[in-house]
C-alpha cells in the first residue's frame, strides 16, 4: 500500500509529489499531509460548513476536529490532517457534505 | 415547606411536560419536579415519532388521532420550536409474505379512517430514490410526523412556566405526603411540596415511584438503541420502515429485536432505529444491537454500507404488559394520578395525554374516555409482575 | 505499512496509544513478560508529543525541536526489540471505536484512522484486540476557549501548529500570533521561529506572579527551570514578545483570518478598557488553553472520575496506575495533565503492574517521581488557569460549536429559558457537541456556559460532555460485519 509513497513521480525531482486539488495539479513532497500539501500551497480553506457555508480548513491538526474534512481518492470525509500524499492523488474540496458512494450497477459487487 | 399548587407534575419529560402545560391553559396552578432536567430521560434517547402507521385499532389508534389533531391544532403555533416535520412514513415490503400482510394492515387501518397510499415499486423509488433494489412495494402515510422530542419537553415546561407554573430541577421524590388515604404532595430534599393532584409522569420509572404511594403501576423497561450517522445531503426524505416493524412494537418476546427504522433528520444526520430488548435498565452497550442495526440499515438503503455511524445512544420505552399507557386517576390512592407506560409511542402521544389529563384534572370530562387506560386495570396480579423492578441507574 | 491485519489478536496486556504513556507501557509489560498489543491511531509510534515525519521518507529523524528525544530512541529501541522477538504485537494506523468489559477482560474494537492516502487502512480493515488487561493511553488535545472569528480558516490549536511543524518539517504560514496560557505556549512559539515563522507575540493570559504560591513545588522539577531558559533564549534570538495578562479578544478576516484584537485582561480575565491592540497581518494564530484528556474510552468503561486541577475530568487511579475497573491501567493525560516525562512514568507504572496482575506488583519504583512531577503539573495549572470571566469575551454570534455551529447565544438561550445547565443537556437543545468532533472541542467550554459566567461545571457536566458511545466514527459496513465475541 505504500509503495508509491516516494517512487514513481513524473516531475523527477527527488521526493517531489504531483496531486490535484479539485483538479488543479499542486506540488509537495513526498511524507507530507494533504492538509500541508495544501495550505503551502496556499489553500487554507477547502470546505463549507453545511448551516452558514463557512470555510474551514485545518484546525486541530491532529485529528480531533474534523474541520478539515475532504475527499481523497473518492474517500469521502478524510481527515486532512492525517492523509499522508501519494503521487497522483486526487484531493476534493467540498462545499456541501459528501455524498457516500452510491450502489454500483446492477450485478456490479458482491 | 413549598407553595401549594393545584397540580404537582413528577417529571419533565414529554409526557409531564405536556400535562404541565395544558394543566395551566386550563387555569390549574401547577408546579413541576424533575429529578434532573428537562428531557433527561427517555425523551432525550428516542427518535422523535409521531406516527398512525404502526398503531393497532383501538384505544391506543384513538389517543394517537386525537394526540395528531393536539400537535396540529393546539400546539401548531408552536411547531417551529420543535422541528416539527409532516414528512410522512413509508412502510416497505421486501418480501412477498410481508408485502401481503402490508396489504392486510393497510386495509384495516384504511376501514379506521386512517389516511394510507399503496406504493408500487415506481411510486416507492419516486419516493425514495435510494431504497433497496429488493424492495417490492409499500405504503405511505402522509400522518406521520417528527418532532425534536427534546425541544418539546424543553419548550412545553418554559410555556408552561410562562403560565404561571413552577419548574424545580434536581430533585427527586422520596415520599408521599398522606392525609389519610389521600396523597398530599410529595418529600423532596428541598422539602414537602403539597398538591391537590400529583401526577406521576416519570415514565420508565412510573412503577417506583407508584410504590412509593403504596400502589403498583406495572410499567418495565424495554431498552431501544439507535444509531447515528455523519451529516449527508439529504438522502431519505420520509421516516420508512420495513413490515416487520409493527409486529415488534407489540411483541411481548424478551430477546433482541430489530427492525429497520431509518429517516433523515433537519440536520443532515440519519438515524437508524430501533432495537427491542427486555433487559432491564442495563445500560452495556451491546455490539450485537449495533450489527444487528447496521445490517437491518444497509438492507433497506444499501448506500448506508459506505457512511460511518458517528455516535449511537439508547433508552429505556416504558411499556405495560397490555401495551397501552396508563392515564388517569388511581383511586387507590385518591389525589394521585398517573400519565406513564406509552412505550415507543410517548412522544406522539405526550399532547393528547396532557391535554385529556388536563381536562380530567379540571373536573371535565375529557374529550376522550380514559377508562381503557386506567391505573388500577391490571388488579392484584400486577403487583407480582413489579416485585423484581430493577433498580434505576439513569 | 500495514499489510495483513489480524482481524482477531490475543494478547495478555493491550495497550491503546503509542504516545509517551503508551510506549512506555508497552515496552514494561512486554519486558515483565507479558504477550502485548499496541492499537495506535497514528501510524508510526511517538504520539503527540514525538510526532514525527513519516519514516519512509526520513527514515533516521534527528530529533530536532523534541524534548526528551533521548528517552524516545530508548523506548523506540525496547519497542522495536519486543516486536522483533514477537512479544508485542503492534497495530497502527487504528482507532479504537469501543472498549468492553467482558469475563475473560477486555475487548477493543478498531477502525482504520484514515482510508486514503499510503497509510491507509482497507475499508473494513477493523480489528478485534482480547486482553486479560487493558492499558489506557489516549492522551489528550488542546483545550479550546472560543472567541469570536476563532472558527476562520487560519486559526488553529496551538499544538495543532506544533504537530505540523513536527510532521511535515514546515510551517502552515509566515506569521503567526499564539495565545492563551500556560508553559506549552513556549515550544510552539519557539517551534515556529526555529522552522523560520515570524511570531508577532505569545498572549499569556496569566502572569509568572501566579507561580510565587508554588515556587516550591515548582523548584522540584528543575528540568522545567532549564527547559524556560532555553526557550527564553530561543525568544531573545528571535525577539519574540511575551505578553502577559493579555488576550486576543477578537480573530480579525472575512474569509481568513488576517490580524487579532487583543486587550489586557485584570486577574480574574476582565478586559482592561483601553488596552486594545491590533495585530495586522497575521496568518495563523494558535489558541491553547491547557489540554482535555481523551476520556471517552476510560468513561464507557465506566472508570471512576474525578477533577483534576487544571479543571479536566480525569480517571482516579491507585498508585498502580489501575482504576476503579479491576484489570483496567490509565496512563498519561487521562490521570492528569501533566507531562510527557510523567507520562512515560505513568507508562512504566502501569504496564509492570498490567504485566504482574493480578498478583501487585511488589514495589512501584517511580512513585516518588511522579508525585514531584505532579506536584508541579498542579502548581503549573495553579498559575494557568482558565480565566474566570472569560465568558465574557462572547458575543451572542460567536460560534461555540464548530461542527453544528451553534453560537453562544444559542447556549445561553438554552442556559436561561430551557433550563440546560449541563452540556448533555444543552447537547439535546442546541445540537453543541453532537457534530462530526461529537463535542470534544466545544465540550468543555459549553459545559462552563451551562454553568454561567464565572462557574465552574460540574463533574456530571464534564462527563456528559465527554461520553462517547463510538470513540471514533466507524464504517456501517464495518458494523453490519461485527463477529460475536462476547462469549
Not at chain 2, 444491537?289 to 444499501?302: E, Q, Y
Request: glycine share 12%; aromatic share 6%.
Amino acid at each position: 500500500m505504500s509503495a508509491n509513497t516516494s517512487g514513481n513521480n513524473p516531475s523527477g525531482t527527488p521526493g517531489e509529489v504531483t496531486v490535484s486539488f479539485d483538479g488543479r495539479p499542486i506540488t509537495t513532497s513526498a511524507g507530507q499531509s494533504v492538509g500541508s500539501a495544501l495550505v503551502t500551497n496556499g489553500i487554507t480553506a477547502w470546505r463549507d460548513t453545511r448551516k452558514h457555508a463557512r470555510p474551514r480548513g485545518l484546525f486541530c491538526g491532529i485529528g480531533v476536529c474534523f474541520d478539515c474534512l475532504v475527499t481523497v481518492d473518492g474517500a469521502p470525509n478524510q481527515r486532512a490532517c492525517l492523509v499522508e500524499v501519494h503521487e497522483g492523488m486526487e484531493i476534493k474540496g467540498s462545499s456541501e457534505p459528501n455524498v457516500p458512494p452510491l450502489a454500483e450497477p446492477e450485478g456490479g459487487r458482491k | 415547606m413549598n407553595a401549594a399548587s393545584d397540580v404537582l407534575v413528577i417529571g419533565a419529560g414529554v409526557i409531564g411536560a405536556a400535562t404541565a402545560y395544558f394543566a395551566t391553559q386550563q387555569g390549574l396552578t401547577v408546579t413541576v419536579l424533575d429529578k434532573g432536567l428537562p428531557a433527561s430521560g427517555t425523551s432525550s434517547a428516542c427518535e422523535g415519532n409521531i406516527l398512525v402507521s404502526d398503531k393497532e385499532l383501538g384505544p391506543e389508534l384513538e389517543l394517537t388521532r386525537y394526540s395528531l389533531d393536539v400537535w396540529h391544532g393546539d400546539l401548531a403555533e408552536h411547531k417551529r420550536l420543535w422541528e416539527f416535520e409532516s414528512k410522512g412514513g413509508i412502510i416497505v415490503a421486501s418480501r412477498e409474505s410481508s408485502l401481503a400482510s402490508l396489504n392486510r394492515v393497510m386495509a384495516s387501518q384504511a376501514g379506521y379512517g386512517v389516511r394510507v397510499d399503496r406504493l408500487d415499486p415506481d411510486d416507492l423509488r419516486k419516493a425514495e430514490p435510494h431504497i433497496t433494489p429488493d424492495a417490492l412495494g409499500g405504503a405511505f402515510y402522509p400522518e406521520d410526523c417528527q418532532v425534536q422530542p427534546m425541544l418539546v419537553a424543553g419548550h412545553l415546561v418554559r410555556l408552561a412556566t410562562q403560565a404561571g407554573a413552577r419548574f424545580v430541577a434536581d430533585t427527586p421524590v422520596s415520599g408521599f405526603l398522606r392525609s389519610g388515604d389521600r396523597v398530599t404532595g410529595v418529600r423532596t430534599p428541598r422539602g414537602d411540596f403539597s398538591a391537590g393532584a400529583v401526577v406521576n409522569c416519570t415514565g420508565t420509572w412510573a412503577g417506583q415511584l407508584a410504590a412509593l404511594a403504596g400502589v403498583s403501576v406495572p410499567v418495565l423497561p424495554r431498552r431501544g438503541f439507535v444509531m447515528v450517522t455523519e451529516p449527508l445531503p439529504p438522502m431519505i426524505h420520509h421516516k420508512v420502515y420495513a413490515a416487520e416493524y409493527i409486529d415488534n412494537v407489540g411483541s411481548s418476546d424478551a430477546g433482541l429485536q430489530a427492525s429497520p427504522v431509518v429517516e433523515g433528520t433537519p440536520s443532515g444526520t440519519i438515524l437508524i432505529g430501533s432495537t427491542r430488548e427486555r433487559v432491564g435498565f442495563d445500560r452495556t452497550v451491546s455490539t450485537d444491537a449495533l450489527r444487528l442495526l447496521a445490517g437491518n440499515g444497509v438492507s433497506l438503503f444499501p448506500f448506508l454500507e459506505h457512511v460511518k455511524a458517528i455516535r449511537h445512544y439508547h433508552g429505556f420505552r416504558p411499556y405495560c404488559p397490555d401495551h397501552l399507557p396508563v392515564i388517569g386517576h388511581d383511586e387507590r390512592a385518591p389525589g394521585l394520578w398517573h400519565a406513564a407506560g406509552h412505550e415507543g409511542a410517548g412522544i406522539g402521544l405526550s399532547a393528547g395525554t396532557g391535554k385529556l389529563l388536563a381536562q380530567a384534572l379540571a373536573g371535565q370530562s375529557p374529550d376522550l374516555a380514559l377508562a381503557p387506560f386506567a391505573p388500577a386495570r391490571f388488579g392484584e396480579q400486577a403487583l407480582n409482575s413489579t416485585t423484581h423492578r430493577e433498580e434505576a441507574t439513569a | 505499512m500495514s499489510a495483513a491485519l489480524p482481524g482477531t489478536v490475543e494478547a495478555d496486556v493491550a495497550v491503546v496509544g503509542a504516545g509517551p504513556a503508551g510506549l512506555a507501557a508497552a515496552v514494561a509489560s512486554a519486558e515483565a513478560g507479558a504477550a502485548v498489543v499496541v492499537v495506535d491511531a497514528g501510524p508510526q509510534p511517538g504520539g503527540q508529543f514525538w510526532r514525527h515525519r513519516p519514516e519512509s521518507v526520513e527514515p533516521d529523524p534527528d530529533g530536532k525541536g523534541h524534548h526528551g528525544w533521548r528517552t524516545y530512541r530508548d523506548l523506540r529501541a525496547r519497542f522495536d526489540a519486543a516486536r522483533h522477538s514477537g512479544r508485542i504485537t503492534y497495530v497502527p494506523g487504528q482507532q479504537v471505536w469501543m472498549a468492553e468489559k467482558v469475563h475473560a477482560g477486555f475487548v477493543v474494537r478498531t477502525t482504520p484512522t484514515v482510508t486514503a492516502g499510503p497509510t491507509s487502512g482497507t475499508a473494513d480493515g477493523g480489528s478485534t484486540v482480547v486482553a486479560r488487561r487493558l492499558v489506557l493511553c489516549p492522551g489528550g488535545y488542546d483545550r479550546q476557549l472560543p472567541v469570536p472569528g476563532w472558527d476562520l480558516p487560519g486559526v488553529m490549536a496551538a499544538g495543532g501548529i506544533q504537530a505540523f511543524i513536527k510532521g511535515n518539517g514546515g510551517l502552515p504560514g509566515k506569521r503567526f500570533v499564539i495565545a492563551g496560557t500556560g508553559p506549552f505556549l513556549l515550544p510552539v512559539a519557539a517551534g515556529i521561529a526555529e522552522a523560520g515563522g515570524q511570531v508577532l507575540a505569545v498572549l499569556e493570559s496569566s502572569s509568572p506572579k501566579a507561580w510565587l504560591p508554588h515556587l516550591r513545588a515548582a523548584a522540584g522539577v528543575p528540568e522545567k527551570a532549564l527547559e524556560g531558559v532555553e526557550y527564553g533564549a530561543v525568544f531573545a534570538r528571535h525577539r519574540i514578545p511575551y505578553r502577559i495578562r493579555t488576550i486576543v479578544t477578537e480573530v480579525l478576516g472575512t474569509d481568513c483570518a488576517s490580524g487579532v484584537r487583543t486587550a489586557k485582561v485584570d486577574a480574574e480575565g476582565r478586559v482592561r478598557p483601553g488596552t486594545e491592540r491590533v495585530y495586522r497581518d497575521v496568518d495563523v494564530v494558535g489558541f491553547g488553553w491547557g489540554f482535555t484528556p481523551q476520556m471517552e474510552l476510560p468513561l464507557s468503561l465506566g472508570v471512576e472520575t474525578r477533577m483534576d486541577a487544571d479543571g479536566s475530568l480525569v480517571g482516579v487511579v491507585t498508585e498502580r496506575q489501575e482504576s476503579s475497573i479491576p484489570g483496567l491501567f490509565l496512563a498519561g493525560e487521562v490521570t492528569g495533565v501533566g507531562g510527557a516525562t510523567l507520562a512515560v512514568l505513568e507508562g512504566l507504572t502501569a504496564g509492570t503492574a498490567a504485566a504482574a496482575a493480578p498478583a501487585p506488583a511488589a514495589v512501584v519504583p517511580g512513585l516518588r517521581a511522579m508525585a514531584r512531577h505532579r506536584r508541579f503539573a498542579e502548581a503549573m495549572h495553579r498559575a494557568h488557569p482558565v480565566p474566570a470571566a472569560w465568558q465574557d469575551w462572547l458575543a451572542p454570534q460567536t460560534t461555540v460549536c464548530r461542527c453544528e455551529e451553534v453560537t453562544a447565544g444559542e447556549i445561553t438561550a438554552a442556559r436561561d429559558d430551557l433550563g440546560a445547565h449541563h452540556a448533555r443537556t444543552l447537547k439535546s437543545f442546541t445540537r453543541a457537541g453532537m457534530g462530526w468532533c461529537q463535542g470534544r472541542v466545544c465540550g468543555f467550554a459549553a459545559a462552563c456556559l451551562g454553568a454561567g459566567p464565572g462557574a465552574a461545571p460540574s463533574i456530571e457536566s464534564l462527563s456528559g460532555a465527554a461520553k462517547r458511545p463510538l470513540a471514533a466514527p466507524v464504517g456501517i459496513g464495518e458494523l453490519a460485519a461485527l463477529k460475536n465475541t462476547d462469549d
